[in-house]
């Protein structure tokens, strides 16, 4: 059973993980409008990643016996100054979901509440490689930036990317 304070804090997690791909999909939907197809694909599969995020929690709540309670969802920016801003955005952003992960692991140990701190260490590895990927764009497209075939050659293997579900262990 979770105690309150732990489900308040989930909750505000599921909240995070929600908002985090509405904020994708308003990138993605800028990167279309920007004519790059294959950043805008990155970033929706970015938002889907996200959302099953949010789902892996909203899961793990019920699961426990806590109740999942939702809340509004602040709109995200909808412009950026280039594609080089956005991806410096997406980078900022992980590291602040990093930081939000990391309070979650910090509430579970203070609660000694083994269960929860077992569960988000798919979190925090999770993170791991949502910095490391979108570092690794941002540093392509910061080579790219004053290249628009650079650029275009990003966005082409920024198309190639696909959705995969994360494994769900019980």
Not at 24 to 37: G, I, T
Not at 38 to 66: C, P, T
Request: aromatic residues 8%.
């Amino acid at each position: 059973m979770l105690s309150e304070k732990m489900q308040k804090a989930l909750n505000g997690q599921f909240n995070a993980e929600l908002y985090s791909g509405y904020l994708y999909l308003a990138m993605a939907a800028y990167y279309e409008d920007s004519d790059l197809p294959g950043f805008a694909n990155w970033m929706r599969v970015q938002a889907q990643e996200e959302l099953s995020h949010g789902m892996k929690i909203y899961d793990y709540i019920v699961q426990r016996g806590g109740r999942v309670l939702l809340d509004t969802i602040e709109k995200p920016p909808l412009e950026w100054d280039s594609p080089l801003a956005v991806s410096e955005h997406v980078l900022e952003h992980e590291q602040k979901v990093t930081g939000l992960i990391n309070e979650l692991v910090n509430l579970a140990l203070e609660e000694k509440d083994h269960a929860t701190n077992n569960f988000l260490q798919w979190f925090v590895a999770e993170q791991v490689e949502e910095e490391e990927s979108a570092g690794g764009v941002l540093q392509k497209v910061r080579m790219a930036s004053d290249s628009p075939s650079g650029l275009l050659m990003v966005d082409s293997e920024l198309a190639l990317r696909v959705f995969n579900p994360p494994t769900t262990e019980k």
